[in-house]
């Protein structure tokens, strides 16, 4: 799902482009893309070859990664990671679950991040994985020639929060400024210009080399909504192999069990290699171990055809989640090299009815389609092209006392989402509350953008901290916000509908996202310091309350004066900058109050508060409790 964003001021002038880049950082085979002279290419190695092999080498000497770390893969299995994408944002319960005979030993398996032990020492996924953007980014900058702005990197589109964090880890690691994580299956609607169109359902068929995806997205209005995913994480061009391979023992009367590893490599590699080869001719030869034969295309297409059936079935599954027929599809795109093989798009086209899109190369579509968003977000395009996102890009929250921002949704999220977060009252008594909608990243109401104002009238009179106030946040699939309080126990409500996103400029989020970086530290501690003092001041307007309603019947003149005294050198306190001193005081101020609230409650004082009303409203409190 996507909101669109126009892009302010002109095409800047050539020699003035800001350089980015669309990365595809794939399980197998990862690319580089940028736009470069209006038409978005992948950028080659210096041998000239486009696909890095997504595989990193660590030797005793060095680091390897791509080609080089993939001849290796065979001779040191344990050193040379493949497939680390599987992986990432993922804890050992999953890894375990992915069933896979992995030939790596992961370390601190007690639950958290798993590590791989090398020869290296413990490699996170995270550094795995920014190993190969490394690769990337330095092949960029030397094809390129300057310093990088930054990159859009692809994520399949059923990637949760903690795979696109991963991510994104593995990109600042590498020294790369992330502009947005892109789903995949959106961004090869994009290198076709889908998004340009009218409206439509899209269907993207993703084979590649170990995983299936199929996504059907739907396009209204510029945005696109992902109306469904699924797929097989362990279906693709290596099962191909796999076929082809047993295929060529059985011709070649040899036993499998009878081959060492780097045999059984060779005979992968050579597997593939007719795999590959069948894509532009009818029949291949093969040679293995002293063997050689034919292969046709016939016996090709009827050993992959059980394959080919799964994705089949994925797919019809994926209509049917979305509520749709095959027939309601106007587009088929074509994503990964496995779709090369004609077999596979024969029986795409007779499921969909129609011919699957297949003029940009299927192995560079995704790459080509981050390349052309990370062109726009660079600020590179004139006003009149929209920016599709398909997440938040700034986290939403509202305003709590002191002037802080709480973050209810944060930046990142995909969207449709909504998120829900409870608050309470600052004060007895409180009837109404104000909601300010905020957007940014600063922990300060003050530095982050204003959406809406609105108010929560008619709350019934309770002491602070006892109404429940949960204001849920919703994103819809056109990029509309709406914010909704209600109180829990009245069941009294207001709400708000907001267009988040619309009319802020690439440049501000940019900023703004700069500004929450460089201000971390100082924004933490001016947090810590206007939560301190709420508290103190949460304290002293309940001690000085309850000293008005009964101080006079439950205290004796002594203790009441004490208590007041205390209150006032606590509000004294408060106006230091010393959040420690703070937090001491008010601790103070709340033992010496606990013998007086404790009588308040013995004489049922509680009950007589709910007569009371306050009528100007208040902010709202800052004891949230949790979703
Ligand atoms: P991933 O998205 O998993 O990183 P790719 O999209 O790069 O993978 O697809 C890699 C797979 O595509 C490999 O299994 C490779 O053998 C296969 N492939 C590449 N070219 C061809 C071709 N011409 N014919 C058939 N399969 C191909
Ligand atoms: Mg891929």
Partial sequence: MLLQISEPGLSPAPHQRKLAIGIDLGT?????????????????????????????????????????????????PLNTIISVKRFMG??????????????????????????????????????????????????????????????VITVPAYFDDAQRQATKDAARLAGLEVLRLLNEPTAAAVAYGLDQGGEGTIAVYDLGGGTFDISILRLRRGVFEVLATGGNTALGGDDFDQMVAGWILEQAGLDIKALDPEQYRKLLDAACAAKEALTDSDTVSINFDGWSGEITKTIFDS???????????????SLRDAKLKAADINEVVMVGGSTRVPRVRERVADLIGKQPLTDIDPDRVVAIGAALQADILAGNKPADEMLLLDVIPLSLGLETMGGLMEKVIHRNTTIPVARAQEFTTFKDGQTAMAIHVLQGERELVDVNRSLARFVLRGIPPMPAGMARIRVTFQVDADGLLSVSAREESSGVAASIEIKPSYGLEESEITEMLQASYTFAKEDKEARNLLERRVEAERIIEAVQNALAIDGDILLSPEERAELAEQARHLAETTKSHDADLIAKTTEEVAKASEVFAARRMNAGIRAALSGQAVDAFEALGADKTEK
């Fill in 90 to 151: 993922r804890g050992v319960e999953d890894i375990r679950a992915l069933g896979d005979v992995l030939p790596y030993r992961f370390t601190r398996t007690d639950g958290g991040m798993p590590f791989i032990e090398t020869v290296q020492g413990e490699k996170s996924p995270v550094q795995v994985s920014a190993e190969i953007l490394r690769a990337l980014r330095g092949r960029a900058e030397e094809t390129l020639g300057g310093d990088l702005l930054g990159a």
């Fill in 28 to 76: 197998t085979n990862s690319l580089v893309a940028s736009v470069r002279s209006g038409t978005a290419e992948t950028l080659p190695d210096a041998s000239g070859e486009h696909i890095l092999p997504s595989v990193v080498h660590y030797g005793t000497q060095c680091t390897l990664t791509g080609t080089d770390a993939r001849r290796l893969a065979a001779e040191d």
């Fill in 303 to 317: 050993l992959v055809d059980p394959l080919i059936d799964r994705t089949i079935k994925s797919v019809k599954k």
